[in-house]
């Protein structure tokens, strides 16, 4: 079972985020440098089947697929 862990958008993510995911991040944060979201949202990590998600209150999500892609797209409800 992995645990899932939550941090201020801007900030260094944890050391539990895995580094695959740590670029698309930075690259979500910068497209989104000054806007009241980002300096107000909060990233989430979970896991789904041993694959880290990462969301931003914002409205987008960071995640690992099956093949090792990472992908960085709006949220979809």
Do not use: C, Y
Request: glycine residues 10%.
């Amino acid at each position: 079972m992995q645990l899932g862990t939550r941090w201020a958008a801007g900030s260094e993510p944890p050391a539990s985020v895995p580094a695959a995911l740590r670029p698309a991040i930075a690259e979500v944060e910068a497209n989104l440098a000054g806007s009241v979201s980002l300096s107000k949202g909060h990233w989430t990590l979970t896991w789904l089947e041993g694959r880290a998600i990462a969301e931003l209150d914002a409205g987008w999500e960071v995640l690992q697929t099956a093949t090792g892609e990472v992908i960085a797209r709006p949220f979809e409800d």
